[in-house]
């Protein structure tokens, strides 16, 4: 089930299950005891009827005992006038010896055997259950027998209508305060799982208020301080890096002022290159630096109008670039570095594979929208072995440094780091009819139109 797969719905699920088990619990014991009472009660006011009917007819004159007893109402005994029968092959009953014990040993109590035929009939509309009836014969003091048909009380009648109703209140009633509490105790996690997704895609994001229960607010300290701690790291590194390649730039300079004054030319050409390549790498390490750095902030950018911009650009230099967009989408991003991004995936599927096609789509996938910018190209394709690896620094499926080939290999991890702060990615795949498609996905914080 969908809501046992997140944490509040497994404590709302325990909740509900522990509640209405303890309350079914709770209602069937009651009952249980209420039924039990009842009855005992009951039968204790039954047999103080029988008693009083019994002293009733031994005190009155023989000829006066037919018309009372028709004139009594029957109160869940019928009473014949009749010779007793006793029976030995009948057991006396529980009834009949509390009878005996209530009327005293001057009346005889005995259990007589039950003709079905004089037991009250139920009623067929009726659904309350009731016991078979029992017989008892009373001698009276003057030796007339009595036979007495009781019927036993009735069992509790079936829960009513208002019963019902408010029960299903009640279980309605924990459900709600279930929920409220599952959604209390689940809200800090959920709090802290947002913050780690915004961590990955800002480093500076602000930190988690320190509120809740001693448990929560120790999480809280606890998570705060990694992110200062990473944020630190992040920022030594990235400032490490930059400072190492942009302090590379000025000797590297001079030193190539200094080959042109190389007499041997081969020599000097040779240098120029190795030297060349140096710079490449300069610059490409410096552009890692800042695609570790989100200090740039989001703002609304319209997708379609960046990649319209950025084709332009690359086929002005001479690139074979197009571009099939869908206007009017608008995703949260960092333009400068978003460009970053775009511009590296372009410039490599225009290296590696002689033209680049770019398609704007719009997507669903996980109830989310996301727009998909998708990146084809007419070369070779990478093997599906190398494509994980093509996005750590420095690898390349050519052993050669020139720019012309294999490049420096930080281009796709520069624009990885830049998708992921942007909460998308990037995927790789080989198209059938040939060439590589690169697909970055990023969320979409708003749209206005995308017909």
Request: hydrophobic share 40%.
């Amino acid at each position: 089930m969908k809501i046992l797969s997140s944490m509040w719905g497994r404590v709302f699920s325990v909740l509900m299950v522990g509640m209405v088990s303890s309350t079914a619990l709770t209602v069937w014991l009651a009952f249980g005891e209420r039924e039990k009472t009842l009855m005992q009660y009951r039968i204790t006011h039954n047999i103080e009827r029988t008693e009083q009917m019994a002293r009733a007819l031994d005190v009155l004159p023989t000829s006066s005992r037919e018309h009372f007893l028709a004139a009594a109402p029957p109160m869940g005994l019928q009473v014949a006038s009749i010779p007793a029968e006793s029976s030995p092959a009948t057991p006396e009953s529980d009834y009949a010896k509390a009878v005996s014990e209530k009327l005293g040993q001057s009346f005889h109590v005995t259990s007589l055997p039950t003709d079905p035929t004089l037991c009250p009939r139920q009623p067929k509309e009726s659904t309350v259950a009731r016991l078979p009836c029992e017989t008892l014969g009373i001698t009276l003091h003057d030796g007339t027998g009595l036979r007495l048909v009781v019927t036993p009380p009735r069992s509790n009648a079936p829960l009513h209508n208002d019963f019902l109703q408010y029960l299903l209140m009640f279980f309605v009633s924990v459900a709600i305060l279930s929920y409220v509490i599952a959604k209390m105790a689940m809200r800090p996690l959920q709090q802290m799982a947002e913050a780690a997704v915004a961590l990955g895609q800002d480093i500076n994001s602000p930190p988690l208020p320190e509120t809740g229960t001693s448990e929560i607010q120790q999480a809280t300290r606890a998570f705060n301080a990694m992110q200062g701690r990473i944020r630190h790291h992040i920022s030594q590194r990235t400032h490490m890096l930059a400072a190492i390649t942009h302090d590379l730039q000025t000797p590297l300079t001079r030193l190539r002022l200094r080959l042109e004054k190389v007499g041997d030319q081969e020599l000097r050409d040779k240098l120029i290159g190795d030297l060349s390549a140096m710079q490449m790498m300069i610059r490409e390490g410096l552009d890692l630096a800042r695609s570790m750095d989100s200090s740039e902030a989001l703002r609304p950018l319209d997708i379609d109008s960046l990649i319209d911009s950025i084709c332009s650009d690359a086929v002005e230099a001479g690139q074979k670039v197009s571009f099939t967009g869908i206007p009017g989408i608008t995703v949260m991003a960092r333009p400068q570095a978003l460009r970053r991004c775009l511009t590296n995936l372009i410039d490599n599927a225009v290296k590696y594979g002689q033209y680049a096609n770019i398609t704007l789509k719009l997507d669903k996938e996980d109830a989310n929208h996301v727009v998909k910018i998708l990146v084809r190209d007419g070369g070779a394709g990478i093997p599906v072995e190398y494509q994980k690896k093509v996005f750590e620094p420095f690898f390349r499926m050519e052993t050669s440094r020139s720019r012309e080939s294999g490049g420096t290999g930080l281009g796709l991890t520069i624009a990885q780091n830049i998708a992921q702060q942007h909460g998308g990615q990037l995927q790789l795949s080989n198209l059938a009819e040939g060439g590589l498609e690169v697909a970055l996905i990023l969320p979409v914080h708003q749209t206005t139109d995308v017909s």
